[in-house]
């Protein structure tokens, strides 16, 4: 059985660029979660998805952000017009729904340098 | 709004001992869920331990356990035997429950580095 798998693992980009990260959850999961995390911070909630319905999303989640989970599967998070303060890392975590327990658990991250 | 508080910029700790991180939490929530992950220098965040806010049990996971106060609303974790592969950084994480359903969103405190010396 696979973790959570991101990638790229790692990605730079000039400013006003966009990116695209993919994050392929544990199978059996429905629900997916993005998080970003800046240097010394704890992570920040963006957005989840039960299934292919995005059910909550963050303030932080600007108008240049959007994320997908076309099938219910794998899920990407697009940033549109990069700005330097998007550099962080972007962390993904799945895990079964509907239970109070309900662990998630996290990927490697992608982290992202906007120059 | 949930908040998460971890005073402990930095721990340190001799191998083999034991060490304490602290947790206080806020919330309205009477249900809700708290949880610990360790996040090693590679990035990835791993799960420790779970505390349920209805559990009446502290939380037990090999060498970690959670010391669970609701009237004080902390959640500390104890790692007993300390090794030179828990230096990390560690987070407590706290999750709303309502009607029995989980919600999406962990909050995560601000994080300790602990520090394992040989």
């Known amino acids: 059985d696979t973790g959570v798998s991101q990638d790229p693992r790692h990605k730079i980009t000039k400013r006003g660029q966009n990116v695209t990260f993919r994050c392929d959850p544990i199978?059996?999961?429905?629900?997916l979660y993005w998080y970003r995390q800046t240097l010394g911070q704890g992570p920040e909630f963006l957005t989840y998805f039960q299934n292919e319905a995005q059910l909550e999303k963050s303030r932080l989640l600007s108008d240049r952000f959007s994320a997908e989970r076309p099938k219910g599967s794998f899920s990407t998070l697009e940033i549109q017009r990069t700005e330097q303060g998007d550099s962080a890392m972007y962390l993904c975590?799945?895990?079964?729904?509907?239970?109070?327990?309900?662990?998630?658990?996290f990927g490697a991250g992608t982290r992202l340098s906007v120059l | 709004a949930q908040k998460i508080t971890q005073t402990q910029p930095g721990m340190f700790v001799q191998e083999k001992e034991a060490v304490t991180l602290d947790c206080t939490y806020d919330t309205s929530d009477q249900s809700y869920g708290l949880f610990w992950y360790k996040q090693p220098s590679s990035g990835e965040m791993i799960f420790l331990i779970y505390?349920?806010?209805?559990?009446?049990q502290n939380a037990t996971e090999g060498r970690y356990s959670l010391n669970f106060q609701k009237s004080r609303k902390s959640a500390n974790l104890l790692i007993s035997a300390s090794q030179l592969g828990d230096s990390a950084m560690y987070f407590c994480?706290?999750?709303?429950?309502?009607?029995?359903?989980?919600?999406?969103?962990?909050?995560f405190g601000q994080g300790t580095i602990l520090t394992v010396h040989p």
């Open positions: 994480a706290m999750r709303e429950t309502r009607g029995g359903t989980s919600y999406g969103k962990l909050t």
């Open positions: 199978s059996e999961h429905n629900r």
């Open positions: 975590a799945s895990s079964l729904g509907g239970l109070a327990k309900n662990i998630q658990y």
């Open positions: 505390q349920g806010s209805y559990d009446e």
